[in-house]
């Protein structure tokens, strides 16, 4: 009776890397979650800023090539306005770029062309 309990288990779990390999492997490809930027407010708080860039899966290799920049300033009703500069390289098509702070639950997004420059902003209440 453990043996096939110890069996079964080891084919469930075999299963259940083998599956999971797959479904992560294809967004792993398109996807570039740049390193978390550390920023600090007008009030000295450190808040994380995270900058997701998704690009169509055939474009991959071009990912790294996208340019972030971060940039802090006070908002003038003491919070902080933090501003994302994302230029995309003329070899990938469009890129999909989201910017968050998760600590207020704030995010911007938008789709840029390839070629293209955005600028995205987050407005960080005092903290």
Same mark, same amino acid.
């Given at each position: 009776?453990?043996?096939?309990?110890?069996?079964?288990?080891?084919?469930?779990?075999?299963?259940?890397?083998?599956?999971?390999?797959?479904?992560?492997?294809?967004?792993?490809?398109?996807?570039?979650?740049?390193?978390?930027?550390?920023?600090? #407010?007008?009030?000295? /708080?450190?808040? &994380?800023? !995270? @900058? *997701? +860039?998704? =690009?169509?899966?055939?474009?991959?290799?071009?990912?790294?090539?996208?340019?972030?920049?971060?940039?802090?300033?006070?908002?003038?009703?003491?919070?902080?306005?933090?501003?994302?500069?994302? #230029?995309?390289?003329? /070899?990938?098509? &469009?890129? !999909? @770029? *989201? +910017?968050? =702070?998760?600590?207020?639950?704030?995010?911007?997004?938008?789709?840029?062309?390839?070629?293209?420059?955005?600028?995205?902003?987050?407005?960080?209440?005092?903290?």
């Amino acid at each position: 009776m453990k043996a096939r309990s110890v069996v079964a288990g080891v084919l469930a779990a075999g299963a259940m890397v083998i599956g999971g390999a797959v479904g992560a492997s294809a967004n792993v490809i398109w996807c570039l979650a740049d390193p978390p930027v550390l920023v600090q #407010t007008a009030t000295g /708080t450190n808040l &994380t800023v !995270n @900058v *997701t +860039v998704a =690009v169509p899966q055939s474009q991959a290799k071009y990912i790294n090539d996208v340019h972030v920049t971060t940039l802090t300033a006070p908002d003038g009703a003491g919070g902080t306005m933090i501003t994302v500069d994302v #230029t995309v390289p003329a /070899t990938i098509s &469009t890129a !999909n @770029v *989201t +910017v968050t =702070v998760k600590k207020f639950k704030i995010t911007d997004s938008t789709t840029v062309p390839g070629g293209g420059t955005t600028t995205l902003h987050l407005d960080v209440p005092a903290a």
